[in-house]
């Protein structure tokens, strides 16, 4: 099972702001870089955010990312339909040797 | 363009083996680290193995540790993954991702995955 727990869904109209958040504990989040990804169905994984709150380009600006502690979070503003999709949060665990990936995220724009 | 592409995947028995190539274009697959990923059929993203770009560094997910094998062939620019003792578990879209070359350690490049389906 995921070492990093986020909530299984979240949810907003049009134009609303939707953050998720990424538990995970010192040996993951807590001492290594926080990673965003988007996930749509038959597609493969896309990058949404690197080293905590740097958003690669072609990503757009109003998709955000922070970490304060153990926890990560990511922040949708200006909510738009193409936002639906599963997000994975992701670190590097210095105690399993390996990366590992958040439970994932439902976004679903009402 | 920048590109990964897997293949080798397919119906296996449980307990048999398969093997799978991530091949690359665009750039020298050799000169980044790289991971395999995995997804289960309505289940989240899995690590699964990790290895540096100089071939040194190499980890593996508990759930395959001692089971598969990541390699690379830098004549080939291919990254594969020896899968042994394969078991419904494994069943998954297996992806191969790229590291960024700026130290972030971002999956910044993906292949578009290959399904891999252990079932008698």
């Known amino acids: 099972q995921s070492v990093l727990t986020q909530p299984p869904s979240a949810s907003g109209t049009p134009g609303q702001r939707v953050t998720i958040s990424c538990s995970g504990s010192?040996?993951?989040?807590?001492?290594?870089?926080v990673y965003w990804y988007q996930k749509l169905p038959g597609t493969a994984p896309k990058l949404l955010i690197y080293t905590n709150n740097q958003g690669p380009s072609g990503v757009p600006g109003r998709i955000s990312g922070s970490k304060s502690g153990t926890s990560a979070s990511l922040a949708i503003s200006g909510l738009r339909s193409e936002d639906e999709a599963d997000y994975y949060c992701?670190?590097?665990?210095?105690?399993?040797?390996?990366?590992?990936f958040g439970t994932g995220t439902t976004v679903t724009v009402l | 363009e920048v590109l990964l592409v897997e293949s080798g995947g397919g119906l296996v028995q449980p307990g048999g083996s398969l093997r799978l190539s991530c091949a690359a274009s665009g750039f020298t697959l050799n000169s980044f680290d790289v991971n395999w990923v995995r997804q289960a059929p309505g289940k989240g993203l899995e690590w699964v193995s990790y290895m540096s770009s100089g071939g040194m560094g190499i980890y593996y997910a508990g759930s395959v540790m001692g089971r598969f094998t990541i390699s690379r062939d830098h004549t080939k620019n291919s990254l594969f993954l020896q899968m042994n003792s394969l078991t419904a578990e494994d069943t998954a879209i297996y992806y191969c991702a790229r590291e960024g070359d700026d130290d972030s350690d971002a999956f910044d490049i993906w292949g578009q995955g290959t399904l891999v389906t252990v079932s008698s």
């Open positions: 010192s040996s993951n989040i807590g001492t290594n870089y």
């Open positions: 992701a670190a590097w665990d210095d105690s399993l040797s390996g990366y590992v």
